[in-house]
Protein backbone atom coordinates (compact mmCIF):
# COMPACT_ATOMS: atom_id res chain seq x y z
CA UNK A 1 0.00 0.00 0.00
CA UNK A 2 3.08 2.09 1.29
CA UNK A 3 6.50 2.55 0.89
CA UNK A 4 7.95 2.05 4.19
CA UNK A 5 8.58 5.96 4.95
CA UNK A 6 9.47 8.04 8.16
CA UNK A 7 7.25 10.50 8.95
CA UNK A 8 8.75 13.81 10.75
CA UNK A 9 6.05 15.72 12.50
CA UNK A 10 6.06 19.20 12.25
CA UNK A 11 4.99 20.37 15.71
CA UNK A 12 5.98 24.15 15.19
CA UNK A 13 3.56 26.70 16.47
CA UNK A 14 3.82 28.66 13.29
CA UNK A 15 4.14 27.88 9.59
CA UNK A 16 7.31 30.10 8.71
CA UNK A 17 9.50 28.30 11.82
CA UNK A 18 7.97 24.94 10.02
CA UNK A 19 8.59 25.96 6.42
CA UNK A 20 12.67 27.13 8.01
CA UNK A 21 12.85 23.52 8.97
CA UNK A 22 11.52 21.94 5.96
CA UNK A 23 14.56 23.74 3.99
CA UNK A 24 16.86 21.22 6.42
CA UNK A 25 15.58 17.89 5.09
CA UNK A 26 14.91 16.23 1.78
CA UNK A 27 11.07 15.61 0.79
CA UNK A 28 12.64 12.25 -1.19
CA UNK A 29 13.62 10.71 2.43
CA UNK A 30 10.55 11.22 4.39
CA UNK A 31 6.97 12.68 5.01
CA UNK A 32 5.62 15.32 7.36
CA UNK A 33 3.03 15.43 9.56
CA UNK A 34 1.16 18.61 10.19
CA UNK A 35 -1.44 18.12 13.02
CA UNK A 36 -3.57 20.83 14.90
CA UNK A 37 -0.99 23.04 16.18
CA UNK A 38 0.21 24.09 13.16
CA UNK A 39 -2.44 23.26 11.10
CA UNK A 40 -4.65 25.94 12.44
CA UNK A 41 -1.57 28.95 12.59
CA UNK A 42 -0.31 28.05 8.61
CA UNK A 43 -3.91 26.61 7.36
CA UNK A 44 -3.94 25.01 4.02
CA UNK A 45 -1.60 27.67 2.31
CA UNK A 46 1.15 26.10 4.66
CA UNK A 47 -0.40 22.65 3.32
CA UNK A 48 0.43 23.99 -0.17
CA UNK A 49 3.99 25.30 0.60
CA UNK A 50 4.78 22.53 1.70
CA UNK A 51 3.40 20.27 -1.41
CA UNK A 52 5.20 22.33 -3.87
CA UNK A 53 8.07 21.58 -1.72
CA UNK A 54 7.72 18.24 -3.11
CA UNK A 55 7.23 16.67 0.34
CA UNK A 56 4.24 14.04 1.32
CA UNK A 57 2.09 15.31 3.78
CA UNK A 58 0.20 13.67 6.35
CA UNK A 59 -2.75 16.25 7.37
CA UNK A 60 -3.19 14.84 11.16
CA UNK A 61 -6.76 16.41 12.10
CA UNK A 62 -8.51 13.43 12.94
CA UNK A 63 -11.78 14.14 11.75
CA UNK A 64 -14.60 12.99 13.83
CA UNK A 65 -18.19 14.43 13.32
CA UNK A 66 -21.81 13.51 11.33
CA UNK A 67 -20.69 11.75 8.10
CA UNK A 68 -21.36 14.41 5.80
CA UNK A 69 -19.31 16.48 7.77
CA UNK A 70 -16.42 14.56 7.75
CA UNK A 71 -17.00 13.63 3.81
CA UNK A 72 -16.57 17.18 3.06
CA UNK A 73 -13.37 17.80 5.19
CA UNK A 74 -12.03 14.81 3.53
CA UNK A 75 -12.92 15.93 0.37
CA UNK A 76 -11.27 19.40 1.07
CA UNK A 77 -8.27 17.49 1.90
CA UNK A 78 -7.86 15.68 -1.37
CA UNK A 79 -8.41 19.11 -2.97
CA UNK A 80 -4.96 20.24 -1.09
CA UNK A 81 -2.71 17.19 -1.98
CA UNK A 82 -2.27 15.99 0.88
CA UNK A 83 -0.83 12.17 1.25
CA UNK A 84 -2.05 10.82 4.01
CA UNK A 85 -5.35 12.10 6.71
CA UNK A 86 -7.53 10.49 9.47
CA UNK A 87 -10.38 10.07 10.66
CA UNK A 88 -11.84 8.78 14.38
CA UNK A 89 -12.67 4.98 13.96
CA UNK A 90 -15.00 6.09 17.24
CA UNK A 91 -16.98 8.24 14.71
CA UNK A 92 -18.29 4.69 13.70
CA UNK A 93 -18.59 3.16 10.21
CA UNK A 94 -21.09 5.28 8.38
CA UNK A 95 -18.58 8.12 9.23
CA UNK A 96 -15.94 5.91 8.18
CA UNK A 97 -17.46 4.71 4.60
CA UNK A 98 -18.61 8.27 3.96
CA UNK A 99 -14.63 9.53 4.36
CA UNK A 100 -13.96 6.47 1.87
CA UNK A 101 -16.64 7.09 -0.33
CA UNK A 102 -15.33 11.06 -0.52
CA UNK A 103 -11.80 10.14 -1.59
CA UNK A 104 -12.72 7.54 -3.75
CA UNK A 105 -14.97 9.97 -5.81
CA UNK A 106 -12.11 12.39 -5.77
CA UNK A 107 -10.68 13.43 -8.87
CA UNK A 108 -7.27 13.98 -7.63
CA UNK A 109 -4.62 11.80 -6.37
CA UNK A 110 -6.61 9.81 -3.29
CA UNK A 111 -4.95 10.11 0.08
CA UNK A 112 -4.31 7.02 2.25
CA UNK A 113 -7.40 7.24 4.62
CA UNK A 114 -6.09 5.73 8.36
CA UNK A 115 -8.07 5.33 11.11
CA UNK A 116 -7.19 7.17 14.84
CA UNK A 117 -7.39 3.92 17.03
CA UNK A 118 -7.74 4.22 20.87
CA UNK A 119 -5.42 7.88 21.37
CA UNK A 120 -2.44 6.52 23.96
CA UNK A 121 -3.58 9.21 26.14
CA UNK A 122 -6.56 7.43 27.27
CA UNK A 123 -5.75 4.19 29.53
CA UNK A 124 -8.49 1.47 30.95
CA UNK A 125 -9.70 3.97 33.59
CA UNK A 126 -10.13 7.06 31.58
CA UNK A 127 -11.91 4.81 28.96
CA UNK A 128 -14.27 3.40 31.56
CA UNK A 129 -15.32 6.70 32.17
CA UNK A 130 -17.01 7.15 29.00
CA UNK A 131 -18.31 3.77 29.01
CA UNK A 132 -15.79 2.08 27.07
CA UNK A 133 -14.92 -1.31 29.03
CA UNK A 134 -13.29 -3.64 27.03
CA UNK A 135 -9.08 -4.26 27.29
CA UNK A 136 -7.47 -1.56 25.40
CA UNK A 137 -5.61 -4.27 22.82
CA UNK A 138 -9.27 -5.60 22.42
CA UNK A 139 -10.80 -2.02 21.44
CA UNK A 140 -7.64 -1.28 19.38
CA UNK A 141 -8.09 -4.67 17.45
CA UNK A 142 -11.38 -4.25 17.21
CA UNK A 143 -11.55 -0.56 15.70
CA UNK A 144 -9.27 -1.49 13.29
CA UNK A 145 -10.69 -4.75 11.84
CA UNK A 146 -13.40 -2.17 12.07
CA UNK A 147 -11.69 0.04 9.73
CA UNK A 148 -10.49 -2.68 7.34
CA UNK A 149 -14.14 -3.18 6.79
CA UNK A 150 -14.89 0.10 6.01
CA UNK A 151 -12.22 -0.06 3.17
CA UNK A 152 -9.73 2.55 5.23
CA UNK A 153 -5.93 1.70 4.35
CA UNK A 154 -4.46 1.79 7.47
CA UNK A 155 -4.58 2.89 11.12
CA UNK A 156 -2.41 4.95 13.82
CA UNK A 157 -1.30 2.84 16.63
CA UNK A 158 1.05 2.10 18.92
CA UNK A 159 3.83 0.21 17.62
CA UNK A 160 3.41 -1.91 20.91
CA UNK A 161 -0.51 -3.14 19.27
CA UNK A 162 1.48 -3.21 15.52
CA UNK A 163 1.29 -6.97 15.26
CA UNK A 164 -1.67 -7.81 16.39
CA UNK A 165 -3.51 -5.31 14.74
CA UNK A 166 -1.71 -6.87 11.34
CA UNK A 167 -2.94 -9.79 12.66
CA UNK A 168 -6.07 -9.23 12.53
CA UNK A 169 -6.42 -6.94 9.09
CA UNK A 170 -4.17 -7.88 6.33
CA UNK A 171 -0.42 -7.74 5.04
CA UNK A 172 -0.67 -4.49 2.80
CA UNK A 173 -2.90 -2.54 6.22
CA UNK A 174 -1.02 0.13 6.69
CA UNK A 175 0.20 0.38 9.98
CA UNK A 176 1.64 4.27 11.32
CA UNK A 177 3.49 4.22 14.64
CA UNK A 178 4.52 7.58 16.77
CA UNK A 179 6.51 7.21 20.33
CA UNK A 180 9.44 6.52 18.30
CA UNK A 181 13.05 7.09 19.56
CA UNK A 182 16.75 5.57 18.23
CA UNK A 183 18.60 3.63 21.30
CA UNK A 184 20.56 7.11 21.40
CA UNK A 185 18.02 9.60 22.10
CA UNK A 186 16.23 10.91 25.14
CA UNK A 187 12.50 9.87 25.54
CA UNK A 188 10.90 13.39 26.02
CA UNK A 189 7.37 13.29 27.84
CA UNK A 190 6.67 9.67 25.63
CA UNK A 191 6.07 6.80 28.33
CA UNK A 192 6.50 3.65 26.09
CA UNK A 193 8.97 4.14 23.74
CA UNK A 194 9.99 1.62 20.71
CA UNK A 195 12.65 1.82 18.53
CA UNK A 196 12.92 2.18 14.50
CA UNK A 197 13.87 -1.66 14.08
CA UNK A 198 11.13 -2.82 17.19
CA UNK A 199 8.90 -1.11 15.00
CA UNK A 200 9.56 -2.49 11.71
CA UNK A 201 9.66 -5.88 13.30
CA UNK A 202 6.44 -5.54 14.42
CA UNK A 203 4.67 -4.87 11.21
CA UNK A 204 4.54 -0.59 11.04
CA UNK A 205 4.92 0.49 7.70
CA UNK A 206 5.28 4.27 8.61
CA UNK A 207 7.32 5.90 11.74
CA UNK A 208 6.33 9.12 12.80
CA UNK A 209 8.76 10.96 14.47
CA UNK A 210 9.00 14.42 16.28
CA UNK A 211 11.72 16.32 18.47
CA UNK A 212 14.71 13.53 18.23
CA UNK A 213 14.59 15.09 14.08
CA UNK A 214 12.86 18.65 14.59
CA UNK A 215 15.41 19.69 17.53
CA UNK A 216 18.75 17.74 16.48
CA UNK A 217 21.45 19.98 15.59
CA UNK A 218 21.76 18.22 12.54
CA UNK A 219 18.01 17.54 11.31
CA UNK A 220 19.13 15.87 8.30
CA UNK A 221 21.55 13.63 9.66
CA UNK A 222 19.33 12.18 12.48
CA UNK A 223 17.11 12.07 9.61
CA UNK A 224 19.32 9.76 8.10
CA UNK A 225 19.65 7.98 11.07
CA UNK A 226 15.94 7.16 11.40
CA UNK A 227 15.83 5.83 8.03
CA UNK A 228 18.68 3.39 7.99
CA UNK A 229 17.75 1.87 11.49
CA UNK A 230 13.40 1.39 9.91
CA UNK A 231 14.13 1.13 6.02
CA UNK A 232 17.49 0.15 5.40
CA UNK A 233 18.28 -2.24 8.06
O1 LIG B 1 8.40 14.42 19.33
P1 LIG B 1 7.74 13.07 19.24
O2 LIG B 1 8.50 12.07 18.39
O3 LIG B 1 7.39 12.52 20.60
O4 LIG B 1 6.37 13.38 18.47
C1 LIG B 1 5.45 12.38 18.16
C2 LIG B 1 4.35 12.90 17.32
O5 LIG B 1 3.38 11.87 17.19
C3 LIG B 1 3.60 14.12 17.88
O6 LIG B 1 3.13 14.89 16.77
C4 LIG B 1 2.46 13.49 18.63
O7 LIG B 1 1.35 14.33 18.73
C5 LIG B 1 2.15 12.28 17.75
N1 LIG B 1 1.48 11.19 18.43
C6 LIG B 1 2.01 10.53 19.51
N2 LIG B 1 1.33 9.51 20.11
C7 LIG B 1 0.13 9.16 19.66
C8 LIG B 1 -0.43 9.80 18.56
C9 LIG B 1 0.28 10.83 17.97
O8 LIG B 1 3.13 10.84 19.93
N3 LIG B 1 -0.50 8.16 20.21
Redesign the pocket.
Known amino acids: MTDRTVIV???FPKPELALQFANKITPEQCAV?V?FELFVAGGPALIEQLVGRGFRVFL?LKFHDIPNTVAKACSAASRLGVWMLNVHASGGTEMMMAARNAIDSANEAKPILLA?TV???LDKTALKDIGLVKEIPDLVTDWAALAKQCGLDGV???AQEAALVQSRTAEDFVIVT????LPSNTK???KRIVTPADARAAGASCI????????AADPQQALTEFNNAFICA
Do not use: E, M
Open positions: ALDKGDVLTSVCSPGIRDDQVVGRPITQ
